[in-house]
């Protein structure tokens, strides 16, 4: 592995380079084609086999090695956010509006960097590598579910992946076996009052005291509905109702989350909203309509890769620590690849040391530390180059059992 480690160290900057320009280029979920064509072009000088609109946006990329072996996808999302970014970078966003405030810019680098490495290892691949390129992960239904109907996961035997964790310390790598990230819906709800004059508030029914009350109701199906040892969340996160300021809102608009890890609980909360609002609107006389939108599944790692990967990893160069972390409530859409392939996802810390603040991501000063794509990826190789040596001897059929 010095190999795969001392050349990642001699193209690091310019995976910095890579991920500092689609930092400053920004595209948004589904409409990436200058990033997608960027990827591919890169893949292209490497003389790599390039497949492209792959499921959309999607780039895929094959590296095959001198020896036989499994077959390996390693994915990186390559989407940005409707954020305006805030930071004082010198390669800060040059389209208004759009950023890249979830590390997806860095996974790009990441996988791009080591491609280039890799490419120069082909007496030590013992299989095929596939570099799966992935648009859209941010916006539902997500790129994932595309690639996949278009094929990206055929003749795979495991899919490795992993995510910038920006509030998570440098040097560490974060697994963990079993459901990692939730079930990420959305809902709505109007509520259809009747308006009026502020001063005259017993004619009206009045959308906004209702939907005021129907927030505090819908916290009751979690505090008073879900096991407290089931992990859930239902939040609202919009609701607008403007009107001039003596102009009680004849309507009002509710846009909320909801996290579960379990199906049966997920059943559960999409059903117990709707009666939450039918009883809440009843009592007030107003009318209401409801959409529950399901988003990705919860992401399941496999037992076994996990335990892989959180083995080979703990003397990568750069990595000091490898813990198991606990469950996030936050989604992602990887999830669908593990319903077709073993595989795990895993998070490297991107948090530097010195800062007094690391801001989470989705937000407007969201940054990292550029050291952890370097661990990032030196922790893919690693597992990808172990991962077919231990695996260069068994059948696609030994190796999904």
């Known amino acids: 592995m010095e190999q795969l480690y001392s050349q990642l160290d001699a193209v690091y900057d310019e995976i910095v380079e890579i991920r500092r320009y689609l930092h400053q280029n920004p595209e948004l979920s589904f409409k990436e084609e200058k990033t997608a064509a960027y990827i591919a072009d890169y893949h292209r000088k490497l003389g790599h086999e390039v497949r492209t609109n792959v499921g959309g946006n999607g780039v895929l990329a094959y590296l095959k090695g001198e020896k036989p072996g499994p077959t390996v996808a390693l994915r990186a999302d390559f989407d940005a956010l409707p954020i305006q970014e805030q930071t004082d970078v010198s390669f800060k966003s040059a389209n208004d509006g759009v950023m890249h405030a979830c590390g997806h810019d860095g996974h790009t680098a990441t996988l791009l960097g080591l491609a280039k490495v890799l490419n120069g290892m082909t007496s030590d691949i013992e299989g095929t590598i596939v570099f799966l390129h992935q648009h859209a992960e941010e916006l539902p239904p997500g790129g994932a579910i595309s690639m996949i109907e278009d094929g990206c996961l055929q003749g795979i035997d495991v899919i490795f992946g992993t995510h910038l964790q920006a509030q998570m310390p440098l040097g560490e790598i974060g697994y963990r076996t079993g459901a990692l990230q939730a079930a990420p819906d959305r809902f709505d709800i109007k509520i259809q009052g009747e308006g ?206």
């Open 196 to 401: 009026g004059h502020g001063a005259y508030p017993h004619d009206t029914k009045d959308s906004i005291v209702i939907g005021g009350q129907l927030i505090n109701n819908l916290q009751q199906i979690i505090s008073r509905g879900v096991d407290p040892l089931d992990s859930a969340v239902v939040s609202i996160c919009n609701f607008e109702a403007k009107n001039p300021y003596n102009v009680i809102a004849d309507s009002a608009e509710l846009t909320g989350t909801v996290r579960t890890f379990k199906e049966k609980t997920r059943n559960f909360i999409e059903k117990e909203i709707e009666k939450v609002v039918q009883g809440t609107c009843q009592v007030s006389g107003a009318d209401y309509e409801y959409t529950y939108t399901h988003g990705y599944p919860t992401l399941v790692n496999y037992k076994e890769e996990t335990e892989f990967v959180a083995e080979v990893v703990n003397d990568v160069p750069g990595i000091e620590s490898v813990n198991e972390t606990p469950p996030i409530m936050g989604g992602e859409d990887f999830s669908y690849y593990l319903q077709h392939v073993k595989g795990t996802f895993f998070f490297t810390g991107a948090k530097n040391p010195e800062w007094e603040k690391a801001y989470p991501h989705h937000h407007p000063k969201f940054d990292i530390d550029e050291r952890a794509l370097l661990h990032a990826a030196k922790a893919l190789g690693k597992a990808t180059l172990q991962y077919m040596k231990e695996y260069a001897n068994q059948s696609f059929n030994e190796v999904i059992k």
